[in-house]
C-alpha cells in the first residue's frame, strides 16, 4: 500500500505572496528557515528559497500545483481596494472557498488566512473593539463586504476531526516599506495641494500597524495551530497597540516626508456628504467619464472617526507583542520612500 509522506511543517505557501504584505511575510518566513512557495496573480520579485507560481486564486488546478507537499498555507491575496463588485465577490468568496477545497484536497493542515479589523467596521466609532464585535451588518464598501464573507467561510471550515486548522489575522491599517498605498496616496493628494485640511475635530484614535508586527502576528498564529489549541478557528486582532490621532499619523508622515502638515479643521459631516455626492456623480457619469476622487466616502469615514482595536486575545493566546514601535516604524517607513520626498 502507497503511504502518504507527510509535508514538512517548514513547507509552507503565501497566496498573494507578491504583495505588500505577502512579500514581507515571504522574507520573515525565509529567516526563520521555512521554504516557500508563493502563488500570485502576478510575480513582482525574486528569492532563493522562494518558488514561484503565477496564477488566479480561483482556478483551482493552479493552486493545487502550488499547495503539493505543502502543509501550511498563508492567504494574503485581495484585489486592491480601489476594484469592483464583481472582482472582490469573485476573489475574496469564491476564490477563498476554491483556496479551502484546493487546501483540503492537498493535505494541507493548517490555513492561515489575513482578514481585516475593518469587518466589525460600519462608519461609526469603535474604541478599544474586541473580536467579539459583531460582524458590520451595514459594511462600508464591497470590500469590507466580501472580506466578512471571506473570513466567515475561513473559520467555518476549521475542523479538527479532519486535521484541518484555520485561523484569522485581522490587522489594521498596515503601513510600511513598499506600502503601495497609504504613503503614496498621501503625498499625491499633498502635491496635489489637497492634504491642508483636518477632517472633523481631529482627536480621533486609529491604530496604524507596521507590516512588521503584522507578519509576527501571522507566524505566531501558524506555529500555535494545533489540534484542540484554542486559537483554532477564531480571529485576532493585530495592531501596534498604540492607538494615535489619525491626523497626527498623517502629519508625522507628511512632515517626515518634507510636506506641511493639515492645519485648517472642515466639519466631518460637510466633507462626508461631499464624499457621497461626488461617488455618486461619478458612478453617474461612469458611461461618459471616469474620474476616481481623491475623498471618497470610505477615506473621509476612516479620517474622521475612532477605529482602534484590543489585541489583548493575540496577547493571552499568541503570546504576541509588537516588535517593532510606532515611533521606530513611521522613522523607517519615511526613511524607505525618498523618492516620495518634497522636491521644493
Ligand atoms: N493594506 C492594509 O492596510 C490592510 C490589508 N489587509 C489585508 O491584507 C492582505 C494583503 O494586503 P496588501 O498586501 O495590502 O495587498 P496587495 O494588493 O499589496 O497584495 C495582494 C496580492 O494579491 C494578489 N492578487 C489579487 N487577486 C488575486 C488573484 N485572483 N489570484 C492571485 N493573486 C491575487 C495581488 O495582485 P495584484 O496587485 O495584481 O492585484 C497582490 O499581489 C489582503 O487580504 C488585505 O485585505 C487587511 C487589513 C489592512
Ligand atoms: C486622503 C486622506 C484623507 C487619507 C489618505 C490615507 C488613506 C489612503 C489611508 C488611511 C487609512 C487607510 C486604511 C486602508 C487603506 C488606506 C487608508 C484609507 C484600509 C481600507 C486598507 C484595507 C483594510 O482592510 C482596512 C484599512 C483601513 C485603513
Same mark, same amino acid.
Given at each position: 500500500m502507497a503511504t502518504r509522506v507527510r509535508p514538512s511543517s517548514k513547507r509552507c505557501a503565501v497566496i498573494?505572496?507578491?504583495?505588500f504584505l505577502g512579500r514581507h511575510l515571504v522574507e520573515k518566513l525565509l529567516d526563520r528557515g521555512y521554504s516557500v512557495s508563493v502563488f500570485d496573480i502576478r510575480q513582482s520579485y525574486e528569492l532563493p528559497g522562494v518558488t514561484f507560481y503565477q496564477g488566479d486564486l480561483c482556478d483551482k488546478q493552479a493552486l493545487l500545483a502550488a499547495l503539493k507537499d505543502v502543509s501550511l498555507v498563508f492567504h494574503c491575496a485581495?484585489?486592491?481596494?480601489?476594484?469592483d463588485r464583481a472582482l472582490f465577490e469573485r476573489v475574496n468568496i469564491q476564490g477563498t472557498q476554491t483556496v479551502i477545497q484546493a487546501c483540503i484536497e492537498s493535505g494541507v493542515q493548517r490555513l492561515v488566512l489575513t482578514s481585516s479589523?475593518?469587518?466589525?467596521?460600519?462608519g461609526t466609532d469603535i474604541k478599544n473593539? *474586541?473580536? +467579539?464585535? =459583531?460582524?458590520?451588518?451595514?459594511?462600508?464598501d464591497y470590500y469590507t463586504k466580501t472580506k466578512i464573507e471571506q473570513e466567515k467561510l475561513v473559520l467555518k471550515a476549521c475542523d479538527n476531526q479532519k486535521g484541518f486548522l484555520t485561523v484569522a489575522i485581522r490587522p489594521h491599517g498596515i503601513f510600511g516599506?513598499?506600502?503601495?498605498?497609504l504613503v503614496p496616496i498621501l503625498v499625491d493628494t499633498a502635491r496635489r495641494g489637497k492634504m491642508k485640511f483636518i477632517i472633523g475635530d481631529g482627536t480621533n484614535l486609529v491604530d496604524f500597524t507596521f507590516v512588521e508586527n503584522v507578519v509576527h502576528g501571522h507566524i505566531l498564529a501558524a506555529e500555535r495551530? *494545533?489540534? +484542540?489549541? =484554542?486559537?483554532?478557528?477564531k480571529p485576532y486582532h493585530i495592531t501596534n497597540d498604540e492607538p494615535i490621532l489619525f491626523w497626527d499619523f498623517m502629519s508625522q508622515v507628511l512632515v517626515g516626508l518634507g510636506y506641511p502638515p493639515p492645519r485648517y479643521y472642515l466639519p466631518y459631516s460637510l466633507v462626508y456628504g461631499l464624499a457621497l455626492l461626488l461617488w455618486l456623480l461619478s458612478v453617474l457619469l461612469s458611461p461618459l467619464i471616469s474620474f476616481k476622487p481623491t475623498f471618497t466616502p470610505m477615506r473621509v469615514a476612516l479620517a474622521g472617526t475612532h477605529h482602534y482595536y484590543s489585541c489583548k486575545r493575540a496577547k493571552e493566546d499568541?503570546?504576541?507583542?509588537?516588535?517593532?514601535s510606532l515611533k521606530d516604524a513611521i522613522a523607517r517607513t519615511v526613511e524607505s520612500y525618498p523618492h516620495l520626498r518634497c522636491e521644493a
Open positions: 498573494g505572496g507578491s504583495g485581495s484585489p486592491s481596494p480601489a476594484s479589523a475593518s469587518v466589525v467596521f460600519e473593539g *474586541r473580536e +467579539d464585535l =459583531p460582524y458590520a451588518k451595514k459594511p462600508i516599506p513598499r506600502d503601495p498605498q495551530l *494545533r489540534a +484542540d489549541s =484554542p486559537i483554532c478557528g499568541l503570546g504576541y507583542t509588537p516588535v517593532v
